[in-house]
């Protein structure tokens, strides 16, 4: 998983920080108040991201929101718009969000993606007009693509390692439930003022608005969470990152612990900025046009190396198939395709809408506890493979039952049995996996650049994937089911033969694997356990005594009456 710092490690400071860190795990998040309050802002972030991807299917297929937004929703390029345009929004959020976490600091750009998010809410929420819908869903894209970045930057950077693996987990988990509370509360709000012509507008406007409430949880909670100690570090402000992170271990500025932790930080910090000085020179005054060539020379370097290539061709490729599984077909647009399923009922389809949320949930749960041990290959090899089967079988029993579903119900409900298997293989497989094989193929020095690139095409491919399913649901009906699961099928046989087992590598076999033989990952090693005897790093994991005479973060915490 994408826990721990970044590299930037002695391996000596590294075994005594874990000598002295607290409990791992599950254990570690509620051992701690202040690590605890991080784990509850991290589900927020992932909340409100699940919330959003799934409230929009259930608002689509309500009477009272078809009677304002008209031909907006009976037109299947325009309904394309109305689901996708968020995703464009997001594409363009997440793009923006890497700068502005540099620029800002990760607190302020939560708080500002937060602003943007709410104002793109309530301008859905009071929407008259299809255009207020359009609009209101490009302002929350760009505010919902910013947080999915920047809220699992700065847990990652705020939190101990030993429980940042569980912090991925808890965050994977806050999306289903986002996911599953959405559906139930579309399913509940549906019956207000009756599901046919007396709804009232209440019946979507409720859920729409409701997504504000995590939103501003999140805003104004981080106003009183500290700033990143790693951007502390990046703008010089070195005592200030050392203050939080002693108050995040309730330890004391100068024990051994914190001060490693910092030095881990110190490391990376100077391994980025002496590789780009190494690579680029010529862009070293820190002027604007500077700056902005060096980012753009950096990320240009991505393609000219064959082997940091393969990786941008695996880490957007997976991405590409992880959208093209059909997922977010069936999470947007989920009621229609149960009643075209021959569900009769507005009613009938978002129950039914609501039981893929509900598994898709409770798949996630045996992911994140055993990914670690299974691998992921096969994890991702087998989800894909029985998503396809699950949209091949839709598939047959659409093409020979779709005009007499009503005859045949058992068929009908078979269908829909096969939606939620795909959300159960979905769940457990592409949708923590992907991102955990996508976080860990980099080399240290363009880890951040090769994420961002991955997410780019995770939210590019969600756009185009929404745009186009209700043309195809209504002009190729179950061949859009076909379509996707030979998708779902070469997406298993990319990971099978293209894609190297990543559990447990070290650097030098991950660079094996992906062929580099350059060693690009072993000299990044290197340069920085230079940095780390350089500025004193290695010298905490060489004393002898300091593992014994000091207490473990965990122990002292229990000494002060775990107050």
């Not at 607290?22 to 784990?39: C, D, E, M, P, T």
Request: glycine share 12%; with cysteine; hydrophobic share 45%.
């Amino acid at each position: 998983m994408g826990g721990g710092h970044a590299g930037g490690a002695s391996p000596y400071a590294a075994k005594h920080r874990q000598a002295l860190q607290g409990q791992s795990g599950w254990a570690g998040l509620v051992h701690n108040r202040r690590i605890f309050a991080n784990a509850v802002f991290a589900s927020l972030g992932g909340l409100l991201y699940g919330y959003n991807q799934g409230v929009f299917s259930g608002v689509l297929s309500m009477f009272s929101f078809d009677q304002r937004m008209a031909d907006a929703i009976t037109n299947p390029g325009t309904k394309g718009w109305l689901v996708s345009i968020l995703e464009l929004g997001a594409w363009v959020g997440v793009l923006s969000a890497g700068y502005l976490a540099d620029k800002l600091s990760r607190k302020y750009t939560i708080m500002l993606s937060v602003g943007v998010f709410c104002v793109g809410v309530v301008v859905q929420t009071a929407a008259f007009q299809p255009s207020s819908i359009y609009g209101g869903r490009f302002i929350t894209g760009l505010g919902v693509g910013s947080l999915s970045m920047a809220v699992p930057l700065y847990n990652a950077e705020l939190s101990p390692p030993e429980v940042r693996g569980s912090l991925v987990a808890l965050q994977q988990l806050a999306i289903t439930f986002g996911i599953l509370i959405s559906f139930w509360i579309d399913y509940g709000t549906n019956y207000i003022g009756g599901t046919g012509s007396g709804q009232s507008e209440i019946a979507w406007r409720v859920p729409l608005a409701m997504q504000l409430v995590p939103a501003i949880i999140l805003g104004v909670g981080v106003i009183f969470m500290p700033f990143s100690p790693r951007w502390l570090v990046n703008q010089g402000r070195d005592e200030e990152a050392v203050a939080v992170l002693s108050r995040a271990r309730r330890l004391p500025p100068d024990s051994d612990l914190v001060q490693i932790e910092f030095l881990e930080i110190k490391a990376q910090y100077l391994f980025e900025k002496e590789m780009n000085a190494l690579q680029f020179p010529q862009f070293q005054d820190g002027s604007f046009s500077s700056n902005f060539k060096l980012g753009l020379h950096a990320y240009m370097s991505l393609l000219t190396s064959r082997t940091l290539f393969y990786r941008v061709a695996v880490g957007s490729m997976t991405m590409f198939f992880q959208q093209w599984t059909g997922v977010n077909a069936i999470l947007y647009y989920a009621p229609s395709i149960f009643a075209d399923l021959g569900l009769t009922g507005n009613a009938t389809s978002l129950l039914a809408t609501g039981v893929v949320g509900v598994v898709m949930f409770l798949a996630t749960i045996p992911a994140v506890i055993w990914i670690d041990k299974v691998g992921r290959k096969p994890v991702l090899i087998s989800g894909a493979f029985i998503m396809a089967i699950c949209h091949l079988v839709v598939a047959v029993l659409t093409a020979l039952y779709h005009d007499s579903w009503s005859s045949h119900p058992t068929a009908g409900w078979a269908a829909c049995a096969c939606v939620w298997v795909f959300s159960v293989a979905f769940g457990y497989s592409w949708g923590p996996c992907s991102w955990i094989l996508v976080a860990e193929i980099w080399p240290l020095s363009i880890r951040g650049k090769g994420i961002s690139i991955a997410s780019s095409s995770n939210w590019m491919n969600n756009f185009i994937v929404g745009q186009v399913t209700p043309s195809m649901l209504t002009h190729i009906g179950f061949g859009t089911f076909v379509f996707f699961g030979s998708f779902a099928l070469l997406g298993g046989f990319f990971i099978m033969f293209f894609v190297p087992e990543t559990k447990g590598l070290t650097l030098e076999e991950m660079d094996d694997v992906f062929g580099d033989r350059n060693g690009l990952a072993v000299a990044d090693q290197q340069r920085q356990n230079a940095i780390a005897d350089r500025i004193g790093l290695t010298a905490f994991g060489q004393r002898k005594g300091g593992s014994d005479n000091e207490k473990s973060s965990h122990e002292l915490f229990d000494d002060e009456g775990k107050a």
